[in-house]
């Protein structure tokens, strides 16, 4: 079965607009746990834009579920890690003023600081993955480097589907089996909606995790976190 991990940087740059606690980042999480989210996934950047530290540690302290911390491992990141010990660390390279997730990791040409950096949440017990493009090659790398899992990013499959959903996944399934050949778990996120969830996992059903935030908070502004929860659940039971 592949769990719904729900994404909630989106409630927090809400809440951040007004300086109160309106919408309750925490309150939000706990919900998407009762409405049957399988975990919660969040991204703290350094200018806590959005997910701010002291959220990280109240939701982990709370949530009975999976926690999924991603991020770039720079220092103070490492530390919130190995401080709030996560089911699962998602090590993503983003820029320190970087609007959102674009690109994955060059698992070959930064082997050796990911290898040290896997080597230190692997010892604290922390499940970890590498946030790669569609390519073999990172996927094999990720493996080289120690990593539990990899996460395909997959705003290039969503941006292509609706021209040509057959050669957007293409890319992605000859990831995902190079996945399944290293012997690595399979996460997958970004940009993935209602409009092409249910396709990605009938082509790749052993997907273990997919994290959606943005489309899934746009979705519940119109039908409700519940419902909008229950829908994507639905698409991956279909």
């Keep these: 079965m592949t769990k719904l991990s729900v994404n909630i940087n989106k409630i927090a740059t809400l809440r951040n607009a007004r300086g109160a606690n309106n919408p309750d980042v925490l309150r939000t999480a706990l919900d998407c746990e009762m409405f049957g989210a399988e975990g919660i996934t969040v991204h703290p950047r350094p200018d806590e834009r959005h997910i701010r530290y002291q959220d990280v540690r109240d939701i982990r302290s709370h949530i009975t579920t999976e926690l999924n911390i991603e991020g770039n491992p720079i220092p103070s990141y490492i530390d919130l890690v190995l401080e709030v010990r996560p089911t699962q660390v998602t090590l993503v390279p983003d820029a320190a003023d970087q609007l959102t997730s674009n690109h994955g990791w060059d698992t070959v040409a930064n082997r050796t600081f990911l290898t040290d950096t896997v080597a230190r949440f692997r010892e604290a017990g922390i499940r970890t993955s590498i946030f790669v493009d569609a390519d073999p090659a990172m996927v094999a790398g990720a493996r080289e480097c120690g990593a539990d899992r990899v996460e ?4 290039p ?7 040509d959903r057959e050669a957007a996944i293409a890319p992605f399934v000859a990831a995902a ?3 399944r050949r290293q012997g690595l778990g399979l996460n997958a996120g970004h940009d993935l909606s209602l409009q092409n969830l249910h396709y990605f996992h009938r082509c790749i059903p052993w997907v273990d995790e997919v994290s959606i935030g943005h489309a899934l908070i746009c979705d519940a ?3 409700g976190l519940r419902e909008t929860v229950r829908m994507y659940k639905e698409e991956l039971s279909n």
């Excluded at 395909?152 to 705003?155: G, K």
């Excluded at 499959?157 to 021209?163: D, L, P």
């Design 177 to 179: 089996e190079e996945a």
């Design 221 to 223: 502004i119109y039908m």
């Design 152 to 155: 395909l990013y997959t705003e």
């Design 157 to 163: 499959y969503a941006s292509g589907y609706a021209a």
